[in-house]
C-alpha cells in the first residue's frame, strides 16, 4: 500500500519546505505548487520520492506529478502543513504573476480543478443513460428516467453555481455572496423568461439569455464582486458593512449581469460554438487532427485548461461537445503506446511501470503515468502516439461524432459518444489510435533500457535494497568521521523513521554484535555488507535494541534482523543516523545507483560495484 504520509513530507521538502510555498491546489494528477522561489525546489530529490512520477514547470506553477492519488497526498501535505487538506481551490496569491497568458491558465485551473471529478462522474451517468436509451434499455417516459436524469443533468446545468463557489475562493470574494448572485441567474422565473422580449430594468432594455451550464457571467461578476467587497468593506462603518455590502454587491451584480455582462457573453459564447461548428463542419477532419494530436501536449504545458471553458460553452450553446470525441483519440493513443512499452521490454521495472499506466490510461482516461513516467523519457512512444492520436482523432471528427455530456475520455466514457455521429466512422478512429502506436511501439520498438537487476546480476555486482524505512542521506555527512570519510568502506547512511532492520539481500550473518547495533551480512557472491544502527551506540550496552538473528544464519531479504526504540535511543543522547556500508572494499570497492530521500525497506538503495579481482576469485 502506498505511504501518503512519506510521499507528502517528501515532496514538501523537496520544494524548499512550507516557507517557500505561496499557495497549492491539485488536479486530476497533480500537486500544483505556486513557490516563492524556484530556485530552491529540489527535482531530483522529489522525483526520487516514493510516489512521485515526474515534475514540471508551467503556467507559473510548479507541478508535481503523482498520479491517480494525488488527493491523498494533498490531504497529507494539508496534516503537516497549512497547505493541502479539504480544500480543493487556493485563492490568488500576492507576488509574482507572471505574463498575462500563464495568469489566465493558472486561474482557469484554480476554478475548474475542484469540479473536474463531479462534472466528470455526472457526465459519465449521463452517457449511460443516453446509451441506455438509444439501446432502448429504459424509457425516458418513466419515473426511473426522470429521477435518473435529473442526478447526471443537474451539475451542469446547475455550474454556475459550483463556479460562484471556486471563483469566490480564486478572488477572495464572500462564497455565500457569489451563491446568491449565481442563485438569481438561475431562478426559475428567470430561466423561464430566456429570450422573452420587451424585457428591461428601471427602463433600460435588456435581452435575457440563459445561464444554464454558463461559465463566463459568473467568473466576471465574482471578479467584479471581490473588488467591490474590498472597496465597500474600507469605506462602510464596521457597524453595518457585514449586511450591507452583500446587499449593495448583489443589487448591483445582478442587474449588471442581466443587462450587461450576460448578453454579451451570449454573443461571444455564441460565436464561439458557432465557429467550433464552422470548423468541425468545414473542415473536420482538421479540428479532429489538432485535437487528437495535441491534446496530450496540451496537457504536458497546462494549456488543456484553456480548452475546458469552450467544452462548456459548446455545450451551453448547441447541447453537445465536438471537441471530447477526438481527444478519446489522443488520450487511448498514449495508453495504447505505454501497452506496447509493456509488451516488448525487457526492463522488469519498466514492465511494472507500464502495466498500471496502461490501464489507468485505458479505464480512466488518467495519462500523466504512463507520459511523464514512460512515453516521453522513451520518446518514440510519445510521439507514435500522438501519430495515432492525429489520425484517429481525424477520422472521429470526419464522422461527425459528437458527446452529450462532458467527461473524461476514456473506455469507460465511450457511452458518451454512442449514437452521436457516424458510429462506423468511430469505431475505425478509435481502432487506429489503439493499434497504431501500439503496433509502432512494438515492431518499431523504442531504446528499452538495460534492466539494472540483470546488469548486477551479469556483472557480479550486487543489488542491496534498503534495510530499514527513513531517509538517505550521503555517508558523508554522518557524524562520524570513519563513516563519513568512507574509512570503513563505500555506502550511505540512513536517517530511520521506525525502529526495525530488515535484510537488504539474501545473505549469511557473519556478525551478530551482542548489544544489538550492528550487524554483519555476507551476500552469496561475497559482498560483506556493515549495518550500524546509530552513531557510538555501542556505549549503551545492548539497552533500546532487541537483536533477531545469530552469527551464522542464513536469511532471506525482507527478514527482521534488529528492532531498535528510537525515541529512547535519541532520549539518551544518541543520533540514530545509521550508515550501511560495503566493508570487503578490496573486492568492491565503489557503490553505485544511490537513492536519495525518503524510502521504504525494501526498495533500491545502492549496487555495490564488483572489480575484475572479485570476479575471478568467484
Known sequence: MADYAKTAAGVLKGVGGEENVRSLVHCATRLRFVLKDESKADAAGIKATPGVITTAQA??????????????????????????GSGDSAPAEDGPKGNLFNRFIKMIAAIFTPLLWALAGTGLLKAFLAAAVTFG???????????????????????????????????????????AIAGALLYPTVTAATGAPDLTFFGIPFTMVTYVSSVIPVIIIVWLQSHAEKFLYAKLPGAIRRFVTPMIVVLIAVPLVFVVIGPISGILSGWIGSGIGWVFETVPWLGGAIMGGFWQVFVIFGLHWG????????????????????????????????????????????????????????????????????????????????????????IIAAGGVFAKAFVVPSTLALPALF????????????????LIPFLLTVIIGFADPEDEATVAAESNDVA????????????????????AEGGLGQG?????????VYAPFDATVVAAFPTGHAVGLRHADGAELLIHIGIDTVKLAGS????????????????????????AIEAAGYDVTTPIVITNSDLYPEVGDAASGPISHGEPLFFARAVEAALAAK
Open 137 to 179: 434499455w429504459i424509457d425516458p417516459t418513466t419515473s426511473t428516467y426522470l429521477v435518473l436524469n435529473a442526478l447526471s443533468d443537474a451539475f451542469i446545468n446547475f455550474l454556475p453555481l459550483a463556479l460562484a463557489i471556486t471563483a469566490a475562493r480564486y478572488f477572495k470574494a464572500s462564497e455565500f455572496t457569489s451563491l
Open 419 to 434: 449514437g452521436n455521429g457516424n458510429m462506423i466512422l468511430l469505431v475505425i478512429g478509435l481502432a487506429a489510435a489503439i
Open 492 to 500: 550511505v547512511a540512513i536517517k530511520p523513521r521506525s525502529g526495525a
Open 464 to 483: 542491496v535494497l534498503s534495510p530499514l524505512d527513513g531517509t538517505v542521506v550521503p555517508l558523508s555527512e554522518t557524524p562520524d568521521a570513519a563513516f
Open 307 to 394: 480548452l475546458v471553458p469552450l467544452f462548456t460553452l459548446e455545450y451551453q450553446t448547441t447541447g453537445q461537445i465536438l471537441l471530447v470525441a477526438p481527444i478519446f483519440a489522443a488520450v487511448l493513443a498514449q495508453a495504447a503506446a505505454v501497452a506496447g512499452v509493456w509488451v516488448r521490454t525487457r526492463n522488469k521495472n519498466l514492465k511494472s511501470l507500464a502495466a498500471p499506466a496502461t490501464l489507468s490510461g485505458f479505464l480512466a482516461g488518467i495519462t500523466e503515468p504512463a507520459i511523464y513516467g514512460i512515453n516521453l523519457p522513451l520518446k518514440r512512444p510519445f510521439a507514435f502516439g500522438i501519430v495515432g492520436g492525429v489520425i484517429g482523432g481525424a
Open 544 to 567: 533500546h535494541f532487541s537483536l533477531k538473528v545469530t552469527a551464522g544464519q542464513q536469511v532471506a531479504a525482507g527478514d527482521l534482523l534488529v528492532e531498535f526504540d528510537i525515541d
Open 59 to 84: 503556467g507559473g506553477q510548479y507541478q508535481v506529478v503523482i498520479g491517480n492519488d494525488v488527493p491523498e497526498v494533498y490531504a497529507e501535505i494539508g496534516k503537516i502543513s497549512k497547505f493541502g
